[in-house]
T-cell receptor, first 112, second 115 residues
Framework: KAGVTQTPRYLIKTRGQQVTLSCSPISGHRSVSWYQQTPGQGLQFLFEYFSETQRNKGNFPGRFSGRQFSNSRSEMNVSTLELGDSALYLC???????????FGQGTRLTVV | AQKVTQAQTEISVVEKEDVTLDCVYETRDTTYYLFWYKQPPSGELVFLIRRNSFDEQNEISGRYSWNFQKSTSSFNFTITASQVVDSAVYFCALSEARTGNQFYFGTGTSLTVIP
């Protein structure tokens, strides 16, 4: 059974640009969550989607957005990139609510 | 307020020693879930265990064991006879029934096992 797949693995962007990250969850999993990991702030929850609906949103500015498609694949978008957005972005999938989450290898975003 | 506290930032042990990673959590919910994850240098978070708030039974899985105590709001993780492959950052996490799959992570404990 394939795990959680995130693409791309690495990205370098310039301040002011926008970026889209993709996540394919484990087959049959309906919940996809996104996290930002930085050395200073640790692992912070961005948002969760379940059956194409955003269930929860963390404390991030509106520049961070996401969506989930009917096949459960999810994308997150960051507009008007700032240097502080440089981080490892992790996607997690869960088969249901309040179950364990399985994480992808992440997308390492560097903003220059 | 921090919902999950991992006070140990870094721990070093010599191979074959036992090591315990501490985790203290805070929640007002009566139904919640606790997790441990391992993050090797590759970056992927590897799921180790999930416990719900109604099950305080300790669990053992090979060299790993977990001690859940609601009275002290702790969910500690012990590795017995540590090995070099155990070197990683370990995260404790909490989710609350009302917020579904939103995980609150601790700051992690970096474990180095010296051969």
């Amino acid at each position: 059974k394939a795990g959680v797949t995130q693409t791309p693995r690495y990205l370098i962007k310039t301040r002011g640009q926008q970026v889209t990250l993709s996540c394919s969850p484990i087959s049959g999993h309906r919940s996809v969550s996104w996290y930002q990991q930085t050395p200073g702030q640790g692992l912070q929850f961005l948002f969760e989607y379940f059956s194409e609906t955003q269930r929860n949103k963390g404390n991030f500015p509106g520049r961070f957005s996401g969506r989930q498609f009917s096949n459960s694949r999810s994308e997150m978008n960051v507009s008007t990139l700032e240097l502080g957005d440089s981080a490892l972005y992790l996607c997690a999938s869960s088969i249901q609510v309040n179950t364990e989450a399985f994480f992808g290898q992440g997308t390492r975003l560097t903003v220059v | 307020a921090q919902k999950v506290t991992q006070a140990q930032t870094e721990i070093s042990v010599v191979e074959k020693e036992d090591v315990t990673l501490d985790c203290v959590y805070e929640t007002r919910d009566t139904t919640y879930y606790l997790f441990w994850y391992k993050q090797p240098p590759s970056g992927e978070l590897v799921f180790l265990i999930r416990r719900n708030s109604f099950d305080e039974q300790n669990e053992i899985s090979g060299r790993y064991s977990w001690n859940f105590q609601k009275s002290t709001s702790s969910f500690n993780f012990t590795i017995t006879a540590s090995q070099v492959v155990d070197s990683a950052v370990y995260f404790c996490a909490l989710s609350e029934a009302r917020t579904g799959n939103q995980f609150y992570f601790g700051t992690g404990t970096s474990l180095t096992v010296i051969p």
